[in-house]
Nanobody
């Protein structure tokens, strides 16, 4: 059993920043890639960012590149998503996920453990 708990969502104005956190409270964090995905109302879940175990490999969706930064603290079993210059179109439920063993891609099918999600709402 792996538990992922997200926090840090909220209601902000366009241009503001938020930092999401995701703690893996049980189960393994070591050697697994971690990812952030989001799902806006009426839309499919979409990739946002991912980070490999040793943090040397990060990937971002085109629409967040340059504004969002993913990082991880392996000593705390926690992954972060720093979101700057937020836009109304960033409004969504954000999910963190743990990659399957050996996986470090952007497809949600490659992630097998998911958090419950945290709501981010950006007003214009």
């Amino acid at each position: 059993q792996v538990d992922l708990v997200e926090s840090g969502g909220g209601l902000v104005q366009a241009g503001d920043s938020l930092r999401l956190s995701c703690k893996v409270s049980t189960g393994s964090f070591k050697n697994y890639a971690m990812g952030w995905f989001r799902q806006a109302p009426g839309k499919d879940r979409a990739f946002v960012a991912m980070i490999s175990w040793i943090s040397s490999n990060t990937r971002y969706a085109d629409d967040v590149k340059g504004r969002f930064t993913i990082s991880r603290d392996n000593s705390k079993n926690t992954v972060y998503l720093q979101m700057n210059s937020l836009k109304p179109e960033d409004t969504a439920v954000y999910y963190c996920a743990r990659g399957q063993s050996g996986y470090s891609g952007v497809s949600d099918r490659g992630y097998d453990r998911w958090g419950q999600g945290t709501q981010v709402t950006v007003s214009s």
